[in-house]
């Protein structure tokens, strides 16, 4: 039942109070030191003895709610909580199989003591076969009036339905207020003594009642199983939650439980199980909308919608952060203390795996046109090929196509020193329009469609290219145009290698720098980037060339409750060598870079604060954090390739990684990625 995830919230069931209807408690029990009521009583006629024997079923049932946290024996669903024992048994039973029975008229007492006391959870380990007569009904409308909760086990007869008074759970006149409860084992299966759920499937719970340890002292313990046991555990997790969350009533406490139980099951509630196993591990999460309030009254959906992340030139700067704690209110109004850093999930990890190779079918038409031109048409779309094993997606290139056929067609013109070329793709089809400075910032806007003009003049070539591209994740619209992009590049070239200087903007609706935060959701980075990079190549020598680039960005950042106090710089760089290799292979490169990574900036957010008391007004406060990670990821990558004598070429690329995605503490990642591919 994930008890400790309540313990661990800090929830043990202090200062609340539960009532158990049975056959009385064991006051020096050793396990239950400091957990009684001085209020216990027994109602019986003139008996006036609340406190009984320590294997009393009373005291067991008791032990499983309050049992303390000392150091032997075992631990109270809610082990800080108080039991008020209401003792109701009589010992002259009808049925010869039983040692414990109960009167009607004694438990409308027990009932209304509870009341009377202001107890809001009554647990009730006992039943029988028939209605309990208008006196009792009488007693349990006053009760739950009152607002309090009746927790009743369902039975041991293993029968399809549960027994009395566990069926008052489905009568209208209760409805809400009382639960049934069955039992389940370690494997999570239905106990075969347990009454099923039957007709109260809307308002039945199992709880564990198989083998449960209770009733211990510092050298022995109980072990009991029945319908008797399950009852408690669903008793003691109301205690938690009534503690933890202090404007509950004890019906939304019951809701949660009933809301949050943990499929068992048919899908929904079923004649089995009920509304499933009990689940405090769910119970202690927020449950439907939840929101956060800002100072201005609005307030903020925290569902996040799934696949979104921040782009990896953030590394962990939203990970590691503390700024951005404050609280949350579920559909309940229960306050949970959040750290909205967690809605903004790293970057996935770049997949080193080979490319596929995916043959084509290109046709090319050219026209002649006045004056020299010319206009050219190109068009391109797979062949039919084998199904893959498995079809390979890759988080960080378009994994939204999934096995759509990647197709492009592009035309083009010449006019002596002039050319323009328009692009369109699809099924992941990268744009033509790379081999300059800045490649890397235009690739984030994952384009679709572009177009290019270029102006030569002798060695200098003057470029401008723009283009967009949609954006979407399984089971998701698609984010039309969620990205755009616009570069102008003067490119010099000549016969020994080349420069190129490249001044361009990235407007991305779904967050900076690749992130992928849906624009309908509270959580979306709409921003603006500016970049500049320059890059070059240079042949040293008949069989050596250097490559390199480098690139700055400035990003403006504006969201809904998250801004920037600085604008987010960036970089990116590569350096290169490649040559030929006269030993074991054909050609040989070596190369060090740094993929992109927020060098400074600052985002702010005006947010509440967690109060000390769960009833203290909210108070607002602004706060910072960095926008850059806590490390940089450096990446040497060793590649070379060599053509077989069956005309076949094999190729294989070494990656070590320092501080992979930008985290300091990162262990070195590596990567090792062969390919062999032939024509026919």
């Known amino acids: 039942m994930k008890a400790e995830v309540g313990w661990n919230a800090g929830a043990t069931g202090r200062g609340v109070t539960v009532a158990v209807v049975d056959s009385g408690i064991a006051l020096d029990q050793a396990d239950m030191v400091g957990r009684i009521s001085t209020a216990s009583t027994d109602v019986v006629g003139n008996r006036n003895a609340p406190y009984v024997a320590a294997n009393s079923h009373g005291t067991l049932v008791s032990g499983v709610i309050a049992s ?164 408690p555990h669903v008793a003691g997790a109301l205690a938690l939650l009534m503690q933890a969350f202090p404007n509950l009533t004890a019906r939304q406490a019951l809701a949660i439980l009933m809301d949050t139980a943990r499929e068992a099951g048919d899908p929904g509630p079923d004649i089995v199980y009920g509304r499933g196993l009990l689940d405090l591990g769910q119970a202690f999460r927020p449950v439907g909308a939840s929101s956060v309030m800002l100072a201005n009254g609005a307030a903020i959906t925290t569902r996040t919608e799934p696949g979104s992340f921040i782009g990896g030139a953030f590394g962990d700067a939203f990970g590691r952060q503390t700024a951005l704690n404050t609280v949350l209110f579920d559909s309940y109004q229960r306050m949970f203390a959040v750290n909205l850093g967690s809605a903004y999930p790293t970057a996935p990890r770049r997949s080193y795996q080979a490319e596929p190779f995916e043959p084509s079918r290109t046709a090319y038409q050219t026209f002649a046109l006045p004056n020299g031109g010319r206009l050219n048409l190109i068009a391109a779309q797979p062949q039919a090929t084998p199904e893959p094993i498995a079809p390979r997606h890759d988080l960080t290139r378009q994994p939204w196509m999934g096995d759509e056929p990647r197709q492009e067609a592009m035309i083009g013109f010449e006019m002596g020193r002039l050319g323009f070329s328009a692009w369109q793709g699809r099924g992941g089809a990268s744009s033509p329009f790379s081999g300059g400075a800045g490649d890397g910032f235009a690739a984030l806007a994952q384009a679709d469609h572009a177009v290019r003009g270029v102006v030569k003049l002798g060695a200098f070539a003057l470029s401008a290219d723009t283009g967009g591209g949609d954006r979407r994740m399984p089971l998701r619209r698609v984010e039309e145009d969620a990205s755009t992009y616009s570069r102008a590049s003067l490119a010099w070239r000549q016969q020994n290698g080349g420069l190129s200087l490249s001044l361009g903007s990235l407007d991305e609706r779904l967050g900076p720098l690749g992130a992928f935060m849906p624009s309908g959701s509270d959580f979306a980075l709409p921003s603006r980037t500016t970049f500049y990079a320059v890059g070059g190549d240079w042949r040293l020598n008949t069989w050596a060339s250097l490559v390199g680039e480098v690139g700055m960005a400035r990003s403006e950042i504006s969201g809904r409750f998250l801004n920037m106090d600085r604008a987010a710089i960036s970089s990116n760089w590569r350096v290169g060598l490649l040559g030929d290799c006269r030993l074991v292979c054909d050609r040989i490169s070596f190369t060090l870079s740094q993929p992109l990574r927020i060098e400074s900036g600052s985002f702010s957010a005006l947010l509440a604060d967690v109060p000390l008391d769960y009833f203290d007004p909210l108070t607002w406060s602004r706060r910072s954090f960095s926008a850059a990670p806590s490390g940089r990821q450096i990446d040497f990558t060793v590649g070379a390739q060599r053509a077989l004598s069956d005309g076949s070429m094999l190729t294989i690329t070494g990656v070590a990684s320092r501080e992979p995605e930008h985290v300091k503490s990162a262990p070195p990642a590596f990567a090792l990625i062969g390919g062999w591919r032939r024509s026919f």
């Not at 024992?85 to 027990?110: H, N, P």
């Not at 309990?132 to 039975?155: N, T």
Request: hydrophobic residues 40%.
């Open 68 to 231: 303390n946290f000392n150091g032997f024996g075992t631990i109270g669903v809610a082990y800080e909580s108080t039991i008020l024992s209401i003792r109701a048994d009589i010992s002259d039973c009808k049925d010869e199989k039983k040692d414990v029975c109960f009167a009607s008229s004694d438990l409308v007492r027990a009932l209304d003591y509870a009341v009377s006391h202001g107890v809001k959870i009554i647990n009730m380990s006992l039943g029988g076969d028939g209605r309990m007569g208008g006196a009792f009904e009488a007693a349990l409308k006053r009760a739950v009036d009152s607002g309090a909760v009746i927790v009743a086990s369902s039975g041991n007869e293993g029968e399809a339905n549960p027994g009395w008074p566990a069926r008052y759970a489905i009568d209208p006149a209760f409805l809400g207020a009382v639960v049934a409860v069955g039992s389940h084992n370690a494997a999570n299966q239905m106990s075969s003594f347990s009454n099923r759920a039957g007709v109260t499937q809307t308002a039945y719970l199992s709880a564990p009642g198989d083998q449960i340890y209770t009733g211990c002292d510092a050298t022995q313990c109980y072990i009991a199983s029945g319908t008797s046991f399950s009852a």
